[in-house]
């Protein structure tokens, strides 16, 4: 049979186990507040922008459309000057290593 000193000592020891678990389940609790929050946030976004969806205009997706497109030829433009002047100073560089015939 067990102690009184060694129930007092499980009685800490589960006092303490218990007082943690509590800190844990308000903590959870308080995350399952903040995901709840989300996502009921996301449902009214996403109705509203089915709702926008929806009643668009057959000249407002023609006009998306186009916008999209335009920014696609744009995007590809810079896209192709960053390459062309990434690969010019690359030569110039690789001209100014074999100059001073220094290698990195």
């Given at each position: 049979?067990?102690?009184?000193?060694e129930?007092q000592?499980?009685?800490k020891?589960?006092k303490k186990e218990l007082r943690?678990l509590?800190?844990?389940?308000?903590?959870m609790?308080?995350?399952?507040?903040?995901y709840?929050?989300?996502?009921?946030?996301?449902?009214?976004?996403n109705?509203?922008?089915?709702?926008?969806?929806?009643n668009?205009?057959?000249?407002?997706?023609?006009?998306?459309q186009?916008?999209k497109?335009?920014y696609i030829?744009k995007?590809?433009?810079?896209?192709?000057?960053?390459?062309t002047?990434?690969k010019?100073t690359?030569?110039?560089?690789?001209?100014?290593?074999?100059?001073?015939?220094n290698t990195?």
């Open positions: 049979m067990a102690t009184q000193e129930l000592e499980q009685l020891k589960t943690l509590r800190e844990e389940l308000k903590e609790k308080i995350r399952e507040n903040l709840l929050e989300r996502l009921e946030n996301w449902a009214e976004k109705q509203l922008l089915n709702a926008k969806i929806s668009m205009t057959i000249d407002e997706v023609a006009s998306m186009k916008a497109a335009e030829d995007y590809l433009k810079d896209k192709e000057i960053v390459e002047f990434d010019q690359q030569v110039k560089l690789d001209s100014l290593k074999t100059e001073h015939g990195i």
